[in-house]
T-cell receptor, first 109, second 116 residues
Framework: RKEVEQDPGPFNVPEGATVAFNCTYS??????FFWYRQDCRKEPKLLMS???SGNEDGRFTAQLNRASQYISLLIRDSKLSDSATYLC??????????FGSGTRLQVQP | GAGVSQSPSNKVTEKGKDVELRCDPI?????LYWYRQSLGQGLEFLIY????????KSGLPSDRFSAERTGGSVSTLTIQRTQQEDSAVYLC??????????????FGPGTRLLVL
């Protein structure tokens, strides 16, 4: 079983739609959580950290459920520029972060 | 300020040759990571350097792969006797190291390696 699992998608949504991605992690000792964004043929970039209480950054909302070991990302009012692959990232201890394989989002006009 | 830089940006080599990929981390970052990403796939962790500690080499796929980090800054990933399955984008990232690897990683643009 992979340490971080994501639905690969693609999610095809119209502009203005709300879309949600989930991610599950296998190790209950995980301590830090992030969402990264990767555009086609580009390097990953941090989208947002995920905090226990949930956090919001503009149109983006991240939630963490430690009991069920899943993380979610909600994107409201999707824009064409949101089209990318979204990587769920988990960390624990003094180890490198573990990246999920990503969920591809395609926002259509 | 300057981000993570990698060179070369593209490398084409013949099967069996050795290649060296270079990474310059963000100045002051003590942690440095190498990943590999095959076409359409996720990131595969290769190796992690943190300060003067012994590197975490648990992700290196074979003994043909090695990496070093000189002076706590620049890192070189070496692939000996390259195989076609080594073709991928090799990404380097660095982070401040202040949270033992749990902090934000900043990625370089990657080196696209093609083994013919």
């Amino acid at each position: 079983r992979k340490e971080v699992e994501q639905d690969p998608g693609p999610f095809n949504v119209p502009e203005g739609a709300t879309v949600a991605f989930n991610c599950t992690y296998s190790n209950s000792a995980s301590q830090s959580f992030f969402w990264y964004r990767q555009d086609c043929r580009k390097e990953p970039k941090l989208l947002m950290s995920v905090y226990s209480s949930g956090n919001e950054d503009g149109r983006f909302t991240a939630q963490l459920n430690r009991a069920s070991q899943y993380i979610s990302l909600l994107i409201r009012d999707s824009k064409l520029s949101d089209s990318a692959t979204y990587l769920c990232v988990v960390g624990r201890g003094r180890r490198a972060l573990t990246f999920g394989s990503g969920t591809r989002l395609q926002v259509q006009p | 300020g300057a981000g993570v830089s990698q060179s070369p940006s593209n490398k084409v080599t013949e099967k069996g040759k050795d290649v060296e990929l270079r990474c310059d981390p963000i100045s002051g970052h003590t942690a440095l990571y190498w990943y590999r990403q095959s076409l359409g796939q996720g990131l595969e962790f290769l190796i992690y350097f943190q300060g003067n500690s012994a590197p975490d080499k648990s992700g290196l796929p074979s003994d043909r792969f090695s990496a070093e980090r000189t002076g706590g800054s620049v890192s070189t990933l070496t692939i000996q006797r390259t195989q076609q399955e080594d073709s991928a984008v090799y990404l380097c990232a660095s982070s401040s190291g202040t949270s033992g690897g749990q902090e934000t990683q900043y990625f370089g643009p990657g080196t696209r390696l093609l083994v013919l």
